[in-house]
């Protein structure tokens, strides 16, 4: 230690005598000399056409033992109909949770979780989606459910129930974030309400979709030739060709999706207006029609964009964010998209009181791109900015990959991303100022203001005109099947079909008809306890007499038009409220004797809806509604009997999804019933009822459906 300190000790006057001179040599870090960085030459995929049409990009990484694929299918939710807008969504998530024909989505979802792969589905404006990510060792497995979620989807009517309901819900909350209001009405703004782009769904178009929808679309679009695949990872490319191949050589070409040709109609310049008065921040977006990334000036723009609002050191922020202190975000520019025009747009988020100034800056700045266009340093330091991201953009192989099949599918040149950074360095001053006057004209844009207008500097309607835009969303329509007893117009005739194999089994529609009452003695047990005795009986269509023996005593029920009491000895007799009357009168309505009644009565809805598996057998799905409120029968395609109901209720609790199960079918007077019901409520059985004896057409008295003389009854 002590030779180390004697050593430095001697060394001090030369080290800090030779300081001043080297600091001589090169006084600003300006001075540094900046070695030519090398080419950048990232790592290409494979591109492979098969003869269907079908394009494959193949993209080798030994960096981890994992392979991931996505195919990319033409046809996305702008292709909908505007009577069903939101089924690329339905069809997106169903596609894969409603599983195929050789298993379920839940079954899928076991298979797959103890690989800890995936197998997902999706879709957006432009395309749907579907991939899969596993470990090498699992690629056979894994990818074989790939192709058949591809090919063979079943489209499960309850996970189409439970994806609508999930959609609802979404609409439901859609004026919740202030950020997704402006969003989506400067997107109506931009291109106008009627585009593709612009729609958004409602209670209504989502009630509209059908299974047969989600099946027609499948049909109409996933076919080989309007399929871009991308393989990513760890294998041999050789290999995975010849495994290609195989899978989908053989697929036969379909039709070509239609080409997309939509009319844009940008709002009239002025000024728009969405009043929320529970918020004390304003978002301001002043909007416009882009232009696409083919167009020659794409890279001027690029440059343009990142000097006026780009990032932290555009004009836009140093203006109105750090000099005026008027905004807490700013930025924008003239947008672009691969397949269609973008969104010219400067957004702003000021605080209620700046409302007004924060838009009349934003003017001025716009304004003076013509007196003080920007500068040379503004370009550098944009190309810089550009440029010093760009590697980002592919920094990895799955990067590489999803950039080549956005080219493939928008129909851009492979090299079109090559050429980007040559192309951004030539950009000049000039340039910047040419499409600086030619985009962007601030008497052009629509402003759209989101705020509370109690609260702002000075009234909006101070810049001009002010329009104002109703957020409010539409009601639901009524539940499905509740038309009011009017025909409706959703039958289809496997629907009818199965309405009448029923009819057929349960004794023929001739028979069923002919039934005007019913009595049925019950042997019924709730949640294990011993059965009690219930006693039923019908007058067809619309009075219910129930006794139940209890502990306490018989307990009387009783349901008509006129409405609906309980009765018990010793504790008189209470009216029902009109809400558990209707809700009597609609058990009665679910019952399989008056539906099967109806099986060709126009005011009543039969709609096929698929299949699903009950136990063993592949149940086929009958939706019933109209002049009754829904119901769902799950039908033995061999007997023609049902397996399963679905219906809605409402009991002491409040509205229940409501299930039961029939078994033991037989035959009495020449009708056909289950004697055997498991009944379920949110999925939780509650009872077990067992048919001891059913009399068809008895003669029932008048005053079992009677009320009580008002003096033996408690008075309401």
């Not at 978002?283 to 690029?302: C, E, K, S």
């Amino acid at each position: 230690m002590k030779r180390t300190l004697l050593l430095l000790a001697f060394m001090a006057p030369t080290l800090f005598t030779s300081l001043p001179e080297a600091a001589a040599q090169s006084q600003s870090w300006q001075q540094i000399p900046i070695p030519q960085l090398p080419a950048f030459k990232p790592q290409q995929p494979k591109r492979i056409q098969l003869s269907n049409g079908m394009v494959i990009f193949l993209q080798e990484d030994h960096e981890l033992p994992m392979i991931d694929g996505t195919a990319r299918i033409r046809g996305g939710s702008v292709n909908e109909p505007p009577s069903k807008t939101g089924l690329v969504d339905i069809y997106g998530e169903v596609w894969r949770t409603g599983g195929t024909k050789t298993q379920t989505g839940d079954q899928l979802d076991d298979f797959l979780e103890v690989r800890a792969a995936k197998v997902e589905t999706g879709g957006s404006s432009d395309s749907t989606t579907i991939s899969f990510s596993c470990l090498k060792g699992d690629l056979d497995d894994v990818f074989k459910a790939f192709t058949d979620v591809l090919r063979n989807p079943e489209f499960n009517a309850d996970k189409i129930d439970i994806a609508q309901k999930e959609e609802d819900d979404g609409i439901s909350r859609r004026n919740d974030q202030v950020g997704e209001i402006a969003h989506r009405e400067s997107v109506r703004l931009a291109y106008g309400p009627d585009n593709p782009y612009a729609s958004v769904p409602e209670y209504s178009t989502v009630a509209a979709i059908t299974r047969q929808d989600l099946i027609d679309w499948h049909a109409k679009y996933v076919h080989p030739n309007n399929i871009i695949l991308g393989i990513n990872g760890d294998f041999n490319s050789a290999a995975m060709e010849a495994k290609l191949r195989a899978a989908f050589d053989s697929w036969p070409k379909g039709p070509a999706a239609p080409k997309n040709d939509f009319k844009y109609s940008p709002a009239r310049a002025g000024y728009y207006l969405v009043e929320k008065d529970d918020v004390n921040q304003s978002t301001i977006h002043m909007v416009g029609l882009g232009t696409t990334r083919d167009n020659p000036d794409y890279y001027a723009i690029g440059v343009f964009n990142e000097a006026f609002g780009g990032g932290f050191s555009s004009r836009l922020f140093n203006d109105i964010r750090t000099k005026r202190g008027l905004a807490y975000s700013v930025g924008g520019g003239i947008g672009t998209n691969f397949g269609h025009p973008g969104i010219l747009q400067v957004s702003i988020g000021t605080k209620s009181q700046s409302t007004v100034e924060a838009i009349q800056a934003a003017n001025e700045d716009i304004d003076q791109l013509a007196t003080k266009p920007i500068t040379d340093d503004e370009i550098q330091r944009a190309k810089d900015a550009i440029l010093n991201a760009f590697i980002f953009r592919l920094d990895s192989p799955d990067k590489i990959l999803s950039e080549r099949m956005t080219y493939e599918y928008y129909g851009y040149p492979p090299d079109w991303l090559d050429k980007y950074q040559a192309e951004v360095k030539k950009v000049t001053a000039a340039d910047v100022k040419r499409v600086a006057g030619k985009y962007l004209h601030k008497d052009q844009l629509a402003v759209l203001v989101v705020g509370n207008t109690k609260e702002f500097d000075k009234p909006l309607s101070s810049l001009g005109s002010v329009k104002k835009i109703d957020i409010a969303i539409p009601a639901p329509p009524a539940e499905k099947g509740d038309t009011g007893g009017k025909p409706a117009a959703d039958s289809n005739p496997e629907g009818k079909a199965l309405a009448a194999k029923v009819a057929a089994a349960m004794g023929g529609l001739p028979k069923l008809q002919s039934i005007k009452t019913m009595h049925v003695n019950i042997a019924e047990s709730d949640n294990g306890a011993p059965p009690n005795p219930v006693d039923v009986s019908i007058e067809f269509p619309d009075r219910m007499h129930v006794e139940v023996e209890t502990p306490q005593g018989a307990l009387t029920i009783v349901a008509t038009p006129d409405g609906a009491f309980m009765s018990m000895a010793g504790m008189g007799t209470r009216s029902m409220p009109p809400a558990q009357t209707k809700e009597m009168l609609s058990q009665l309505h679910h019952d399989l004797v008056y539906v099967a009644q109806h099986a060709n009565d126009s005011s009543f809805t039969f709609t096929a809806a698929g299949k699903e598996k009950i136990d063993n057998v592949d149940a086929d799905i009958l939706d019933i509604g109209g002049a009754i409120p829904w119901l769902r029968w799950y039908i033995d395609p061999k007997t023609g009997h049902i397996l399963r109901e679905k219906y809605k209720a409402t009991g002491q609790s409040g509205p229940f999804d409501g299930e039961t199960n029939f078994a033991d079918w037989r035959t009495n007077d020449g009708l056909t019933m289950p004697y055997k019901h498991e009944n379920k409520q949110d999925g939780k059985e509650t009872s077990n009822a067992e048919f001891k004896k059913i009399d068809v057409n008895p003669t029932l008295d008048p005053k079992l459906f009677e009320k009580p003389a008002e003096a033996a009854a408690e008075k309401q």
